[in-house]
């Protein structure tokens, strides 16, 4: 896949969903400013490369909470992979584990997380938490994750409530069978999140409280994932989270928000020597990523990228999306005259 076939696969995967599922994977909530914006703010930065270093063994490699990884390039937690490919959920981990890449299985996947489980070769997986108030669920389904080898908890705190999305509400309504919560199966799921249904609704309640319930309760290290100010990631931290994820979901809930590469730099400096600081929104781009990680991230994570691919060409293309801005990754860093993703500084970024 050359640069300009990303493009194309976005196009592709347009033609090949029904419109309703290729609204839920495509929108931004209201206006749509800040799933834009996500984008431009990558895109506006400008690059310092340094010569004349030795970049002949340069390598992507490099570890988030201590597990190696081959690049700093996770596959970030979407929900209802049904209704973009039959085998959902099972069918990215299978795509995940081609390209050695970090799968984020989502708490609104529609596979059993035994099935995702059965996929990992030798790349992690983790596992994207919702809260609902029914804490003794969780319980269950954390221990059973844990059981089944997953090795970090994302807790997502940026949707309380979900956003809404005029432009999926306008797409007729197609009823899919098998858009089902398996994994919590006392909670309904309707087709999408812009579902008249959850409006007005307080889905996920998650308070500061709720977060120390869980970092208490739960085997595996928790990272909290919606973050986009300094004061509220040192206080994560503070109460024992392993890391922080700034995102603002992809532009997909609270519009106008601010892009994830202007609340970087702040909680990066926040966090320094204590705690890892990953990113996502908008990533589409090789540069992106090296921007990323010489503003502070530690990795980032792609969200829609490997739904195209998922949807157009299952396994295979949700590996060809990994391994792509992979390849893209090595080039930028060399071309920059980066030999690891710890040897990108502040310095490298010109705003
Ligand atoms: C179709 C879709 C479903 C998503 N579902 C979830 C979810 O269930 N939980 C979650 O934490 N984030 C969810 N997200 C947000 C992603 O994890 C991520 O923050 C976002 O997609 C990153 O932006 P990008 O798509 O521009 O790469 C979803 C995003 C998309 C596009």
Redesign the pocket.
Known sequence: MDSADFDALEQQARQALPPASWA??DVGSDDEITAAE?AAAWRALRLRPRVLNDISKASTATSVLGQNIAAPILI????RHKLFHRDGERETARGAAKADALYVM???ANVPVEDVAKERKSAPQWF?L?LFPEHREVEVLIDRVAGLGFSALAL?VDNQVYGWSPRAARVPHVPVDDIRNVNMPGRPMARTAYDPEYRGKVMFPTTWRDLEWLIKRSPLPVIV?GVLRADDAKRCVEMGAKAVIV?N??G?HLDTAMPTAAALPEIAAALKGKAEVYV????RRGTDILKALALGARAV?????P?WGLAVNGADGVAAVMNHLRDELLRAMQLSGIASPQDATPDLVKS
């Open positions: 839920f994977c996500n970030a937690p979407t929900g989502a708490t609104s994207q919702y997502t994932k995102s979901h992809g997909r996502d929104g908008g990533i994570l792609v969200g829609r990228p739904i």
